[in-house]
């Protein structure tokens, strides 16, 4: 019982960090952000803020300007929540998630197996 306390403990200091470093100045606006969604829609805000820390990693190495980092990565976080929500080609969250985050990396036929396109322009439009 103590170690799995430990456990979540270690876990959630790790996202935070992961999530400080990624959001940088942004990252206190974010986090309310995710806070408001997790009230809103009962989500969980450690796997929001995990996924959206991620996003945000690839965005800047993109090139992404930071001042366009949160709303992207928020953005393609929130739209995986939608598309778990609304495709049954996904068995579970996380599996939309890796499917979207594969698209960005230029891995996109997982995506399009589920009916949808990223595009260069669809990302461009997006940030």
Same mark, same amino acid.
């Given at each position: 019982m103590l170690s799995s306390a430990i456990a979540e403990a270690k876990e959630w200091d790790g996202i935070s960090a992961r999530f400080g470093e990624a959001f940088g100045e942004q990252a206190d606006e974010a986090y309310e952000h995710v806070q408001r969604l997790?009230? &809103?829609l009962m989500i969980n805000?450690? #796997?929001f803020m995990k996924?959206?820390?991620n996003f945000a990693t690839i965005a800047k190495g993109f090139g992404v300007t930071n001042k366009n980092v949160r709303a992207m990565s928020i953005g393609l976080?929130?739209?995986a929540y939608d598309v778990? &929500?609304?495709s049954n080609d996904f068995y #579970?969250?996380?599996q939309?998630?890796?499917t979207i985050r594969s698209a960005l990396v230029g891995e996109p036929e997982a995506i399009r197996k589920a009916g949808m396109s990223i595009t260069e322009a669809t990302l461009k439009?997006?940030?």
């Open positions: 997790s009230e &809103a805000d450690q #796997s996924y959206a820390s976080t929130e739209m778990y &929500a609304k #579970s969250f996380d939309a998630m890796d439009e997006l940030a």
